[in-house]
């Protein structure tokens, strides 16, 4: 059974800062990994989507890279904002069609 | 394109009435998901329709929620009577295909208390 998790739960950095969220799933038979953000109360934003073929995706301060022979992801967020702050989440496409979500970390970036 | 359109955004009932939600995907998505996202936690998939039929509903307590999308557009989904445990966000997506390389657009959600 697919399992994915996000470490850390919560993470609180400078604002200008560079960080790293991962994501690790349990079983590399993956389609796709998909990189989510979500304001309080809000619904979900597509951030990135990374095909299981690839090895990553960038769209302008944000990399997602790929590496389903070992079970994980990271989004990587450059020179990051108050705005950046937000909760961040991953899930995997299975084989089920099926999307397998992590619970999330939970970003903020002080000014 | 316009995104998928949910309603309403927020809902508070007493436990034992009925509520539903709506969603309007996007437009030529055949495939559409509603989803529960307990505070903390990530969204867990109700029901799955492809086109007008329903995929999946193995996660739908279905002593109390029903799902339908009419001519595989619209969906609509009902709780009733509602718990006090179903205070959630409810989540609708939608994708080009159930297979479909190209990813998932949710809406805004539904934040539903039950009181």
């Known amino acids: 059974k697919q399992e994915v998790t996000q470490i850390p739960a919560a993470l609180s950095v400078p604002e200008g800062e560079n960080l790293v969220l991962n994501c690790s799933f349990t079983?590399?038979?993956?389609?796709?990994l998909q990189w989510f953000r979500q304001d309080p109360g809000k619904g979900l934003t597509s951030l990135l989507l990374?095909?299981?073929s690839q090895r990553e995706q960038t769209s302008g301060r944000l990399n997602a890279s790929l590496d389903k022979s070992s079970g994980r992801s990271t989004l990587y967020i450059a020179a990051s904002q108050p705005g950046d702050s937000a909760t961040y989440l991953c899930?995997?496409?299975?084989?089920?069609?099926?999307?397998?979500w992590g619970a999330g970390t939970k970003l903020i970036i002080k000014p | 394109e316009a995104g998928v359109a949910q309603s309403p955004r927020y809902k508070i009932i007493e436990k034992r009435q009925s509520v539903a939600f709506w969603c309007n995907p996007i437009?030529?998505?055949?495939?559409l998901y509603w989803y529960q996202q307990i505070l903390g936690q990530g969204p867990k998939l109700l029901i799955q329709?492809?086109?007008?039929?329903?995929?999946?509903d193995s996660q739908l307590p279905k002593d109390r929620f029903s799902a339908e999308r009419l001519k595989g557009v619209d969906s609509t989904l009902k709780i009733q009577p509602a718990k006090l445990e179903d205070s959630a966000v409810y989540l609708c997506?939608?994708?080009?295909?159930?297979?479909?390389?190209?990813?998932?657009?949710f809406g805004s959600g539904t934040r539903l208390t039950v009181v």
């Open positions: 997506a939608s994708s080009l295909s159930r297979d479909s390389s190209y990813g998932y657009t």
């Open positions: 437009s030529g998505h055949a495939t």
């Open positions: 329709f492809q086109n007008n039929g329903v995929v999946d």
């Open positions: 079983d590399s038979a993956i389609y796709n």
């Open positions: 990374i095909q299981s």
């Open positions: 899930a995997v496409r299975d084989s089920n069609y099926q999307l397998i």
